[in-house]
């Protein structure tokens, strides 16, 4: 829902950044699938930011900062098209088609997505059914939460020390389930496991990672409302997880592994002075 809009400031200066970047013009009868980040404002692209101030029609997800919606043009017309989990969501199958509508009326339409729109976001089967319908459309990449989310809290996906392979995984099926996977390969492959959706069956995930092999006391956090003020990081062990995780809120990150141990050092959100929208919560 459009809370404001900044119609009444100067759009000018957006106008120059766009042409100063020498961002690519919003055609009318075009997609655009945007990611906006993991939470806080200003980890959207500038890209992003050009789309949603030139777009005819804003269709966006439950995950999504609204405060970036006050960039909308005033006559944009913006159409909610989240999904939550336990929540009544939109069915997937009407948000494409609904993408290939407008834009065949010619209107310029942005899918503006929580995060990335490839990385576990479903922007992959929006993308094919544009190709389907012969709609053209553009990528717009975002940060993803696994990557940014776990910068707020001072958690690297990766460092030379405890880590080269990092895996992402989501713990949330097409079919609501938890995925069936090779979890004894995970376990001993990836020193690094980011798990995306996966607070229901977090316990469960640690049963298997422990019954493959992996060690019950090694490190592993969960990042909730990642980059926001009301952004919580709760460091536990992998025995401890499932535990954890029912205790946090949603939306949450959570990260297996050694690198966690890093965020001792690394957690300068704390360590600076803070706007309110950033202000961690303790």
């Known amino acids: ?7 009444d400031l100067d759009r ?14 919003f055609e009318k009868g075009w997609v655009w699938l945007a990611g906006a980040g993991p939470g806080e404002a200003g980890l959207i692209t500038a ?3 050009h789309a949603i101030a030139s777009a005819d029609v804003i269709l966006y997800d439950a995950l999504l900062n609204d405060d970036l919606l006050a960039f909308a043009r005033p006559a944009a017309e913006l159409i909610f098209a989240g999904k939550r989990g336990g929540m009544r969501s939109c ?14 009326r010619g209107a310029r339409v942005l899918r503006l997505k929580g ?12 993308a094919l059914t544009l190709a389907d319908a012969h709609v053209p459309f553009r990528i ?19 460092h ?26 995970i376990a001993r492959g990836s020193p690094t496991i980011v798990l995306y959706m996966a607070r229901k069956f977090a316990g469960e995930i640690a049963e298997k990672l422990i019954a493959a092999g992996r060690k019950p006391e090694e490190p592993a956090a969960i990042v909730s409302n990642a980059s926001l003020g009301e952004q919580h990081v709760s460091v536990t062990t992998l025995a401890g997880l499932g535990a954890a995780a029912a205790a946090s809120s949603a939306p949450a990150i959570l990260v297996i592994g050694e690198n966690v141990r890093l965020r ?10 803070t706007p309110p929208a950033l202000r961690q919560v303790s």
């Open 91 to 104: 069915k997937q199958a009407d948000i494409s088609q609904t993408l290939v509508e407008y834009a065949r």
């Open 47 to 49: 890209l992003g930011l």
């Open 160 to 185: 030379r020390d405890t880590n080269q392979v990092v895996t992402f995984l989501t713990g949330h099926g097409a079919d609501g389930k938890l995925p069936e996977l090779d979890w004894p390969s």
């Open 140 to 158: 717009v990449p975002g940060v993803t939460a696994g990557i940014g989310g776990l910068a707020y809290a001072g958690i690297p996906v990766t």
């Open 264 to 273: 001792q050092g690394m957690d300068w959100l704390s360590q600076v002075t």
């Open 12 to 25: 000018t200066a957006l106008s120059r950044l766009s042409a100063a970047l020498k961002l690519p013009a």
């Open 115 to 126: 995060g990335d729109p490839l990385v576990f976001g479903r922007g992959a089967e929006e």
């Open 1 to 7: 829902m459009r809370k404001h809009s900044i119609q």
